[in-house]
Structure formats: C-alpha cells, structure tokens
C-alpha cells in the first residue's frame, strides 16, 4: 500500500516566502510546497524558467521582481533556466499591446542580450544558472513540426486574449504570425522540461498555455505558473517601461539617480516596493505598515531608497546620494560635483536641453518648461523660445539634472 504524503511545515513556510506576492497556478502554495518537498526527497532540483526577449538593453527594476524569486529558487539549490528568446523576440510579443509589435533583426536580439546577463548578476548568480536560447531549437523546426505545434490550440483560444481581443474589436490589425508567438513560447517549456515559469500578470495566458503545449508533448506533470505584479513607474500609473524613460527607474542608473528617482514615487507605492523590490521579512513589512500610520512617508521612503539603492551600488555611492538629495532637495541647495558644458555661442533652451541629453525630444522639453522644471541660476525659464546666452550660469532641468554653462 502506498505511503501517504505528508507534507512538512518547513516547506510550507520555504514555498509562503518565495511566493510572496504573486500568484500560484495551479494549487497555490500548497502545490509549491509539494514540489519542493518531493524535490528535496528526490534530490532532484526543480527546473525553474524564465524567458527574456533582449527586445533593449536595459533592464529596470521591474525586471528585479521575478530576478529576485529567481535568487530565493537559486539559493534552494533549485536550477534555474535563464531563456534568451532569439527566436521570439524577432516575431515580437504581442502581450499588451495595442499593434503588431516590431520584430527585432537577429544582430539585434545578439547586441542587447549581450548586456542582459551582466546586469542581472546584480541580483543572482548568473554563473550557476542554465543558460539557453530557444533559436537553437525553434530555428531547426520543419513546416511539418509548426503545424503539429499550432494543432493544439484553436483560434478561439487565442481570441480570449485580453489583447487580441480588444484589437479584433476595434478593427486594429492582427497578424497571423503574432498568434505563433504563445505557441513558441509554450514550446520551450517543452524543449527544457521546465517544472515552474515565472513572469509577469500580462504572461497568464503565455505561460498558462505552456502548461497545455506540454501535456499535448507527454509530460505527466506540466509547469506550475508563477505569476508576479507588474510594478508602476515613478508616476505610480504606467507599468515601469523603458518605453516611458522618465517614469523608469534602470538598473544601470547612477546611485544618484536611482535614489532620486525613488524618493520621487507616491507614498502609496511604498509598501509595493518594500514587498517586491527589496528582500525584507513580512514582519519588517508590517512594522513599516505601522509606521505609515504614524510617521513622515518621508522618512520611509528615505529608507526604501537608501535600501534599493545600496543593492546595486556601493556603499559609499549610496551615503554620497542620499547626502546630495538632502542637500539638493530638501536644504534646496546645488550639487558639489556639477560637471560643466563649454557654450560656443548663444543656444535656444529647447536645442540646448536636447543636446545635453536632458530631455529626448523638443516636445519634453516643452513639455519640462511648461511644468515650472527648468531654471538658469534658480531662476524658472517660461518661454521656448529664450536665448541662452554664451556666459558662465547653472542650468537645472528637473529635480536632478545639472550642468555648469562656461
């Protein structure tokens, strides 16, 4: 007669914290903590993934909150598989997107890959984590082999998509080729036997169909999904994107920026970022819970700031940037180390602000002067049409941008 399974408490607890925050699909914690008792028991190491497609070069601190789940699976000693999508990201994902998305050329998947990894070393290590690239398998499938793939799922499915959906509704176009993306995406769970996939709240249908695609294949015991929040930028309403650069906070910020940046976000963002950006215990988060009710949100925001920031910088650049916000914001004074720009002639605001690379366009730039956020010696500039004259002056564009006219 078979022995009943009992289920420990320690693994109760081990599958509460890393899933802290997200949502378990399916049978929630319980069904995490099965799989890691029986891995345990097993000796055989869950295999998590994640899938990335180097559509930029860049990652942000949104990207940090499935990294750090990545990190708890890792310490476990659990293996983790770290997707590069060379394959998908030249379809393109059309996950929450209102159009067909751009595909990406190969030489452009390869270029911003190339950075990916060495910033996600700020948060695990990517040395002991399984590194693949679903070009090396879904590139050598035959016509025959897509058909069998794309047999498995009915248009209609792929109609529930919040995103198809809405589109076909409004009459925007859908391109036969945007409907393989899920497929392919599904597939790679098959092709590295992944037990657990991670991502955002906009992938439930991506990686609820992996789950599918491997039973179609034979696996007895397909992918649990983990799903994670997606975190707000700085204006604390849009999804933190590289596609809204002055609400996104990158991890290849200076510390200053960082700091600053996150001292910027609205108050009830805070305990959001505690929970999923910082590794803090749920009795810490309860105590910062209370404070909120008492305290200057100020204050812990202060130590939310000094707390993420010091994750990615030393701590030297932290204590640096955190004076600097003190003494630049809250005293109202003028950074120390203000690097200069010689003028060679008298410059329109607009053309200047756009050439120091304070603004990526004319129409922010307007848009930063209309706001009151543009100053020469503390002084606000209103018209777009001033001359900047050729002599020695403090420029200021926002809260934390400086240059020394010469």
């Known amino acids: 007669m078979e022995e009943k399974f009992q289920l420990k408490e320690e693994f109760i607890k081990q599958a509460e914290e890393i899933s802290r925050g997200a ?23 869950i295999r998590v993934k994640l899938g990335m497609d180097p ?45 067909t998305r751009p595909a ?3 030489e452009q998947v390869e270029e911003n890959a190339k950075t990916y ?38 248009v209609a499915q792929m109609m529930t998509r919040d995103d198809f959906a809405k589109r076909y509704a409004e009459g925007k176009p859908i391109s036969i080729h945007e409907f393989f993306y899920p497929l392919m995406q599904a597939y790679d769970s098959v092709a590295i036997d992944a037990d657990i996939e991670l991502g955002g709240t906009d992938q439930r249908f991506n990686v609820l169909l992996g789950r599918e695609i ?41 510390a200053k920026d960082m700091y600053g940046k996150l001292m910027s976000i609205p108050d009830t963002l805070i305990v959001k970022y505690f929970s999923l950006l910082t590794d803090i215990s749920d009795k810490e988060l309860k105590e910062i819970e209370e404070r909120l009710k008492t305290e200057n949100p100020r204050d812990i925001k202060m130590q939310l700031a000094y707390t993420i920031t010091n994750e990615y910088h030393s701590d030297d650049e932290t204590k ?41 366009s004319k129409g922010e730039a307007k848009r930063l002067i209309a706001g009151g956020g543009v100053k020469i010696d503390n002084e606000k500039i209103s018209d777009i049409a001033m001359i900047v004259p050729a002599k020695t002056a403090i420029l200021q564009a926002g809260k934390r941008k400086y240059m020394r006219l010469v």
């Open 23 to 45: 949502e378990l699909l399916p049978g929630g914690v319980k069904e995490l903590a099965i799989k890691l008792q029986k891995s345990k028991e097993s000796g055989i190491p």
């Open 55 to 99: 559509t930029r070069p860049d990652l942000h601190l949104g990207h940090t909150v499935v990294m750090k789940k990545l990190k708890k699976f890792q310490e476990l000693g659990h293996t983790i598989v770290l997707l590069v999508g060379g394959a998908t990201a030249m379809v393109g994902d059309p996950s929450g997107k209102s159009e």
């Open 104 to 106: 990406l050329t190969k």
């Open 117 to 154: 990894f060495e910033q996600m070393s700020k948060v695990l290590d990517t040395s002991k984590a399984e590194v693949v690239n679903n070009a090396d398998w879904l590139h050598k499938m035959q016509l025959t082999d897509l058909l069998k793939l794309a047999s498995n799922v009915t």
């Open 214 to 254: 491997q039973t179609a294949y034979g696996k007895p015991n397909p992918q649990m999904v983990m799903l994670l929040p997606l975190i707000e930028g700085t204006d604390g309403l849009v999804k933190m994107s590289k596609t809204y650069p002055e609400h996104c906070i990158s991890l290849t910020d200076s």
């Open 320 to 360: 640096k940037a955190q004076d600097e916000f003190v003494n630049v914001v809250q005293n109202k004074g003028i950074p120390e180390d203000i690097p200069s720009y010689k003028m060679s002639g008298e410059k329109n605001i607009l053309d200047l602000l756009l050439e120091l690379g304070f603004v990526a």
